[in-house]
């Protein structure tokens, strides 16, 4: 596997670092990963979504925003939000302008769904796929997408998540192109609090989910994770 790291400079010129691995010279698509700002890309559902992605011949792009450092501790939640979104439009700019894919997916965590209808809109919306871990639900942009996009998804939040709000859900299972796992006694993390493990259970019952969601996509289905 190849990494190539490299930088694009963000809001109030700080650098917004971030990773582009590669397991062929001829990738099938694109996987973007924007992690939460505690969940990062070395956390479970992360670490494993990449290796499915480069397993199926995708390149995979990791955009590491360095929200937890004394740079933005001063920022008030508004102010990192519109950050974020600034950020990762910049990253996508700058990869997607310089490489030629013919698929996308788009997978956020938490703080990292805030970007996400900004990054769909970016991206050929007949070719781009979205996934969705324990989306922000009180965050109005982020809802109004998950209601009414267009682009085959799937968004996964546990019923202890205190971003889980049924009448929302109930909403959003509503829209068509959208796949939903709501596991029972799952917390912010997708897992399940002083169990540990229920929680390994737990994360594999997702990334299950999540494998066979990008297989079923691209015609091939595998059940053996």
Request: glycine letters at 6%; a negative charge.
């Amino acid at each position: 596997m190849k990494n190539r790291s490299n930088y694009v400079i963000g809001y109030k010129n700080l650098k917004i670092p971030y990773v582009i691995q590669t397991k062929t010279d001829q990738p099938k698509g694109l996987a973007i990963m924007l992690p939460g700002i505690g969940y990062t890309v070395k956390s479970p559902l992360f670490h494993f979504s990449s290796g499915a992605f480069l397993n199926k011949g995708y390149d995979v792009l990791h955009v590491n925003y360095p929200y937890s450092s004394t740079d933005y501790e001063d920022f008030s939640l508004e102010e990192i939000t519109s950050t974020l979104i600034n950020d990762v439009s910049k990253v996508l700019n700058e990869v997607v302008d310089h490489t030629i894919y013919k698929s996308y997916y788009v997978i956020g965590k938490s703080f990292g769904t805030m970007a996400m209808p900004t990054a769909l809109d970016m991206l050929p919306s007949q070719s781009t796929k979205a996934i969705w871990l324990t989306p922000r639900l009180i965050g109005e942009q982020v809802f109004q997408t998950l209601r009414t996009c267009t682009q085959d998804s799937l968004c996964v939040i546990g019923d202890k998540d205190p971003f889980y709000d049924i009448d929302k859900m109930n909403h959003i299972i509503r829209n068509p192109s959208i796949e939903c796992m709501m596991p029972h006694g799952a917390n912010h993390a997708l897992e399940v609090d002083n169990d540990i493990l229920t929680s390994i259970d737990m994360v594999k019952s997702v990334m299950k989910r999540i494998d066979d969601f990008i297989s079923l996509k691209n015609g091939v289905l595998n059940h053996e994770l």
